[in-house]
């Protein structure tokens, strides 16, 4: 399994990740990516910007572990993880997660499980501005609940 | 200076030492196995075909260090009193580094175990995970500090920089006897601190729970390390209370996470 993981503060362009990711290979059936973006209205309405800050070194560590666990539970023939960090946008792209599968199910499946891991486990941060102050943002029940869903019983 | 292993005839001899008094020797000795990037993850998930490549080679580092002797000629034979070997995963250079320790009370030095150990150890690596990486490169195997004995201490930090340093009489080798600890994200914020140092010597116990109660020792603010939803990672891996914890380690301690 292909795996490349990225953490950069600059945007990333989609099309060109999915042929980096499909290059030369005809064994591809299906691809599956997923862009997250930031949104004007989260916790508070208005919102002006998002810092995004992370662990160097245990980001694309964890990164890495949850493609290859994903490697574990599907058949995958490529996995694409790009998070940016820094000071973003309403409106910007923050996460580009591709997969890549002989048959849809797998990624499809497989997309799903990569968002759900890394929002509950790789170390990134948000804090949102807003006319009205900045604040970090608070971890969500029903993202655990979402990670949960891929518990082996 | 001269090679104590020559006699007056350029030969060689093995040094006598009976008449040579006991003192407490001490050796610390580090070497790398660089290797891929996916080599290094599939070492840190345990999903190399051979099995647990570090406690494997931890063992290999500790029996080569005692059979040091069957090697490498005019060595003695030493009853060594420890062996440890630490293995530190790094994802920034791709390599695995390796430290060996070794001590006893004896009459010559245990350098060249720990040097044994450190390589053994490498090589113990590359036989493990050579089967998904032939191109890995053992590098940097050299001694850091030695202490004890006629030629007293050495490191190769105090060597690099000035002069040798002066000789203490403290029981065990100082550096690395520090822990490093990190706050991120809205803990950096709230503690108004991004880095602290603890001496090895300040914690109750070695682990996490030690280093939270030996920060609440120093500040009262750090009581909120305490509170359920404070995560922690040592050297990069997720961590909790009870896990166990060596000096030179990294600690981080952080919000749950957000992002995506």
């Given at each position: 399994?292909?795996?490349?993981?990225?953490?950069?503060?600059?945007?990333?362009?989609?099309?060109?990740?999915?042929?980096?990711?499909?290059?030369?290979?005809?064994?591809?059936?299906a691809v599956v990516s997923f862009t997250g973006r930031v949104r004007d209205t989260n916790e508070r309405p208005g919102v002006t910007a998002l810092t995004l800050e992370h662990f160097p070194g245990m980001t694309e560590n964890s990164l890495h572990e949850i493609a290859l666990e994903a490697g574990e539970r599907w058949t995958l023939q490529a996995v694409t993880i790009?998070?940016?960090?820094?000071?973003?946008?309403?409106?910007?792209?923050?996460?580009?997660?591709?997969?890549a599968s002989p048959h849809r199910r797998a990624a499809f499946e497989a997309c799903d499980f990569i968002m759900d891991y890394l929002k509950t486990r790789a170390p990134f941060w948000k804090k949102e501005h807003t006319d009205s102050g900045s604040y970090w943002v608070s971890e969500r029940q029903s993202d655990h609940e979402a990670a949960d869903r891929w518990e082996l019983s | 200076?001269?090679?104590?292993?020559?006699?007056?005839?350029?030969?060689?001899?093995?040094?006598?030492?009976?008449?040579k008094q006991e003192t407490r020797r001490e050796a610390r000795a580090r070497g790398a196995v660089r290797m891929q990037a996916s080599t290094l993850a599939l070492l840190a998930d345990g999903d190399l075909p051979k099995g647990d490549v570090l406690a494997t080679a931890r063992i290999a580092g500790i029996q080569a260090a005692k059979r040091t002797h069957e090697l490498i000629p005019l060595c003695h034979a030493l009853a060594l009193s420890k062996v440890s070997l630490e293995f530190t995963l790094d994802t920034e250079e791709n390599c695995v580094h390796v430290e060996a320790f070794c001590r006893l009370n004896g009459r010559t030095?245990?350098?060249?175990?720990?040097?044994?150990?450190?390589?053994?150890?490498?090589?113990?690596l590359y036989d493990m995970c050579k089967a998904v990486d032939r191109g890995m490169i053992i590098d940097g195997v050299r001694l850091e500090q030695k202490r004890g004995g006629r030629s007293g201490e050495w490191s190769r930090q105090a060597?690099?920089?000035?002069?040798?340093?002066?000789?203490?009489?403290?029981?065990?080798?100082s550096p690395a006897k520090t822990l490093k600890v990190q706050f991120l994200a809205e803990l950096r914020e709230r503690f108004e601190t991004a880095e602290y140092t603890l001496a090895w010597e300040q914690l109750p116990s070695a682990d996490i729970a030690g280093v939270k109660l030996a920060l609440i020792e120093r500040d009262g603010k750090f009581k909120a390390l305490l509170g359920q939803r404070v995560l922690c990672a040592r050297n990069e891996a997720m961590s909790q209370d009870g896990t166990a914890i060596s000096p030179g380690d990294e600690i981080a301690f952080f919000p749950p996470v957000t992002g995506g």
């Amino acid at each position: 399994m292909k795996i490349a993981i990225s953490v950069q503060k600059a945007t990333f362009d989609t099309e060109a990740e999915q042929r980096r990711l499909t290059a030369g290979r005809l064994d591809i059936g299906a691809v599956v990516s997923f862009t997250g973006r930031v949104r004007d209205t989260n916790e508070r309405p208005g919102v002006t910007a998002l810092t995004l800050e992370h662990f160097p070194g245990m980001t694309e560590n964890s990164l890495h572990e949850i493609a290859l666990e994903a490697g574990e539970r599907w058949t995958l023939q490529a996995v694409t993880i790009i998070h940016r960090v820094g000071c973003l946008q309403p409106g910007d792209a923050i996460v580009l997660v591709m997969t890549a599968s002989p048959h849809r199910r797998a990624a499809f499946e497989a997309c799903d499980f990569i968002m759900d891991y890394l929002k509950t486990r790789a170390p990134f941060w948000k804090k949102e501005h807003t006319d009205s102050g900045s604040y970090w943002v608070s971890e969500r029940q029903s993202d655990h609940e979402a990670a949960d869903r891929w518990e082996l019983s | 200076m001269t090679l104590t292993h020559l006699n007056a005839r350029g030969e060689a001899h093995m040094v006598d030492v009976a008449d040579k008094q006991e003192t407490r020797r001490e050796a610390r000795a580090r070497g790398a196995v660089r290797m891929q990037a996916s080599t290094l993850a599939l070492l840190a998930d345990g999903d190399l075909p051979k099995g647990d490549v570090l406690a494997t080679a931890r063992i290999a580092g500790i029996q080569a260090a005692k059979r040091t002797h069957e090697l490498i000629p005019l060595c003695h034979a030493l009853a060594l009193s420890k062996v440890s070997l630490e293995f530190t995963l790094d994802t920034e250079e791709n390599c695995v580094h390796v430290e060996a320790f070794c001590r006893l009370n004896g009459r010559t030095g245990v350098e060249m175990e720990a040097l044994t150990a450190v390589s053994v150890a490498c090589l113990t690596l590359y036989d493990m995970c050579k089967a998904v990486d032939r191109g890995m490169i053992i590098d940097g195997v050299r001694l850091e500090q030695k202490r004890g004995g006629r030629s007293g201490e050495w490191s190769r930090q105090a060597a690099s920089e000035t002069s040798p340093a002066a000789t203490g009489e403290k029981d065990a080798i100082s550096p690395a006897k520090t822990l490093k600890v990190q706050f991120l994200a809205e803990l950096r914020e709230r503690f108004e601190t991004a880095e602290y140092t603890l001496a090895w010597e300040q914690l109750p116990s070695a682990d996490i729970a030690g280093v939270k109660l030996a920060l609440i020792e120093r500040d009262g603010k750090f009581k909120a390390l305490l509170g359920q939803r404070v995560l922690c990672a040592r050297n990069e891996a997720m961590s909790q209370d009870g896990t166990a914890i060596s000096p030179g380690d990294e600690i981080a301690f952080f919000p749950p996470v957000t992002g995506g």
